[in-house]
Nanobody, 125 residues
């Protein structure tokens, strides 16, 4: 089991940047693929980005490609989401999630077995 705690959210103007962090506890973090999802008011939770356990594979939703970067530091048991050129439509609660050990990263919510509580990101126009 992996426990996840997100941080780094806040209020930022359009065009600005934020870096989200997701701190993990548990012995299996370094073998888990990790993902970031987001949920805006009245909308379903959607995929943002994912990274393999070894960092050799990353992929992104089309809506954030070229603006967001996912990375991880297994020694610190932390995964990051660097968000640049933020837009008002990026406003949402952002969640990190972990797969089971050695699973592939995925854009599907059902592939992830552990979720954090989320951190609010608000982008003003």
């Amino acid at each position: 089991q992996v426990q996840l705690v997100e941080s780094g959210g806040g209020l930022v103007q359009a065009g600005g940047s934020l870096r989200l962090s997701c701190a993990a506890s548990g012995r299996t973090f370094s073998s888990c693929a990790m993902g970031w999802f987001r949920q805006a008011p009245g909308k379903e939770r959607e995929f943002v980005a994912a990274i393999s356990w070894s960092s050799t594979s990353t992929f992104y939703a089309d809506s954030v490609k070229g603006r967001f970067t996912i990375s991880r530091d297994n020694a610190k048991q932390t995964v990051y989401l660097q968000m640049n050129s933020l837009k008002p439509e990026d406003t949402a609660i952002y969640y990190c999630a972990a797969t089971a050990s050695f699973d592939s990263p995925s854009s599907r919510k059902a592939s992830y077995s552990n979720w954090g509580q989320g951190t609010q990101v608000t982008v003003s126009s």
